[in-house]
């Protein structure tokens, strides 16, 4: 499981354009009309943490973050707030400008989310589909690694185009001293079907990605996966964690989410399992409901969660 807690954050989506076009983008038939939360919603979250100290850190958030005009002043408001922790979540392209790394690490951020899509230039260039990405993303992780009081935490969705670069990609990653966790989120399409073919049978992945868990934990990183059955994960179904922090979001964006139609399972009713979100709509249309490969976790998680 992951070494952030949930409870301690509150996330904010600030900006909704981003400069990438990646194919398991879940938000990019949204982007368009959903709205960023307001200054007002902002000054409000500001005032709550200088009064009661709620929470420890802010994540803010969007499409692409880096693109938002006011970011600096926005993360120096919420240090100033009484923020202990400012995270970013970002594609990580511009971290590869050290100025504007320096503006960033100046203003206060220290945690930094950068999604991974690929293990190599050539596999991410592709399924994020903008030439140059990965080296600028890696140039600007190398440059963070510097920093002592830096975290970085990499996520990757998981897709009929990624699963089999799993295990490469966290050994792409393995020189970073400050990769501190490593997310691996089962894609999901926010429609009721598979429109863009990326789902990946659940079988199928699984060796990859508990390879790449393990990978990942041998080299002393947390590791938090999402969307993928409890049940057939094992020994590491206690790295399974949907739980997100508070996000304050566009509400139309729930109407969106909720087409995934999760918990799609047989054993729904009898499985004990408090993280799994089963499977969705769009996989039981596409590979029907696995009731061979899932099973009802009885009494409790296979192995306790710390
Ligand atoms: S039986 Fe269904 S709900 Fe239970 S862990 Fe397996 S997939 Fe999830």
């Known amino acids: 499981m992951g070494c952030f807690h949930h409870d301690d954050y509150i996330s904010l989506t600030l900006e909704f354009r981003c400069n990438l076009k990646c194919v398991h983008c879940m938000i990019e038939g949204t982007m368009d009309y959903l709205q960023p939360q307001t200054g007002e919603v902002f000054d409000e979250v500001l005032q709550e ?155 199928d992945v699984l060796p990859y990605l508990t390879g790449a868990a393990k990978s990942a934990i041998a080299d002393g990183r947390s590791v938090e996966i999402k969307n993928f059955p409890e049940c057939m994960l094992g020994d590491l179904s206690h790295l399974l964690d949907n739980d997100q922090p508070q996000l304050l979001i566009d509400p139309a964006f729930w109407d969106q989410f909720n087409r995934n139609g999760f918990h799609q399972c047989l054993y729904r009713e009898e499985c004990t399992s408090d993280q799994c979100l089963g499977l969705n709509e769009a996989y039981t249309a596409k590979y029907g409901w696995e009731k061979n490969l899932v099973h009802p976790v009885r009494g409790g998680r296979l192995i306790a969660r710390s």
Do not use: C
């Open 49 to 203: 943490q200088s009064q009661n100290g709620r929470w420890k850190g802010i994540i803010l958030t969007g499409s692409e973050i880096t693109l938002h005009k006011e970011l600096i002043p926005m993360v120096q408001r919420a240090r100033a707030a009484g923020f202990e922790h400012v995270r970013i979540q970002t594609h990580g392209m511009h971290l590869g400008q050290t100025s504007f790394a320096d503006k960033l690490l100046e203003a206060g951020v220290d945690e930094y989310f950068v999604s991974v899509a690929g293990s190599d230039r050539e596999s991410h260039d592709r399924i994020t589909e903008v030439d140059g990405a990965f080296e600028k993303m890696m140039a600007g992780l190398a440059y963070l690694d510097r920093f002592d009081h830096v975290s970085i935490i990499t996520n990757t969705v998981v897709t009929k185009l990624s699963y089999p670069l799993l295990p490469d990609l966290v050994k792409s990653l393995s020189h970073l001293r400050q990769l501190k966790q490593m997310e691996f989120w089962n894609y999901w399409p926010m429609t009721e079907m598979d429109d863009k073919d990326l789902i990946p049978r659940a079988a």
